[in-house]
C-alpha cells in the first residue's frame, strides 16, 4: 500500500476506535458473537460501552457508522488487517497524540488537492531515500523543531 493513502488508513482508524469489534468484524454474524464471546470481561465492557454510546447517537450518526461498516465489510484481509494495525497504533497514542492526530487530519482535509498532490510529491521523494538519509533528515527535523519550542 502506498504512504499517500495514510489519511485514509488513519481515518478509518479512527472509526475502528470508535466501534471496536468492527477491526475484528467477520462476514459472518456467528463469527462476530463468537469474536464477542472470545473477548476479556474488560473488552466485553467496552464493547458494551461502545454499545450504549452507539445506541444514544442520533440517527444521522447512526446512519453514518452503519453506512462505513458495510463499506468495510467489502475490504480484502490484507486491507481489514491494516485497519487492525492502525487501531493498535491509534489505541497506543496518547490522548494528546490522538488529538494531534485529528488536528493533522482536518488540516489535510483542508487542504486543495494541488497542495495534497505536492505533499504526495514530497513524500515519495522522502521514500526513496535510504533508511540512513532518512533518519538524518527526521533527526533534523526534530532538532529543529526543539529549537523552535524552546524560544
Same mark, same amino acid.
Given at each position: 500500500m502506498k504512504r499517500r493513502n495514510f489519511m485514509k488508513w488513519?481515518?478509518?482508524?479512527?472509526?475502528?476506535?470508535?466501534?471496536?469489534?468492527?477491526?475484528?468484524?467477520?462476514?459472518? *454474524?456467528?463469527?462476530?458473537?463468537?469474536?464477542?464471546?472470545?473477548?476479556?470481561?474488560?473488552?466485553?465492557?467496552?464493547?458494551?460501552?461502545?454499545?450504549? *454510546?452507539?445506541?444514544?447517537?442520533?440517527?444521522? *450518526?447512526?446512519?453514518?457508522?452503519?453506512?462505513?461498516?458495510? *463499506?468495510?465489510?467489502?475490504?480484502?484481509?490484507?486491507q481489514k488487517r491494516k485497519i487492525q494495525e492502525n487501531y493498535k497504533y491509534w489505541k497506543a497514542l496518547s490522548p494528546q497524540e490522538q488529538e494531534d492526530v485529528r488536528k493533522k487530519m482536518a488540516a489535510w482535509q483542508g487542504l486543495s488537492e494541488t497542495e495534497k498532490q505536492k505533499m504526495r510529491g514530497r513524500l515519495e521523494e522522502f521514500n526513496k531515500l535510504s533508511s540512513e538519509d532518512k533518519s538524518k533528515l527526521l533527526d533534523s527535523m526534530r532538532e529543529k523543531k526543539g529549537a523552535e519550542q524552546a524560544r
Open positions: 488513519a481515518l478509518l482508524a479512527v472509526v475502528a476506535a470508535q466501534l471496536p469489534l468492527l477491526a475484528m468484524a467477520d462476514d459472518t *454474524r456467528g463469527a462476530s458473537v463468537a469474536g464477542f464471546d472470545a473477548l476479556s470481561e474488560a473488552q466485553k465492557a467496552e464493547v458494551k460501552k461502545n454499545y450504549e *454510546r452507539f445506541q444514544a447517537m442520533s440517527p444521522e *450518526r447512526k446512519k453514518q457508522l452503519e453506512d462505513t461498516f458495510a *463499506r468495510m465489510q467489502q475490504l480484502t484481509p490484507e
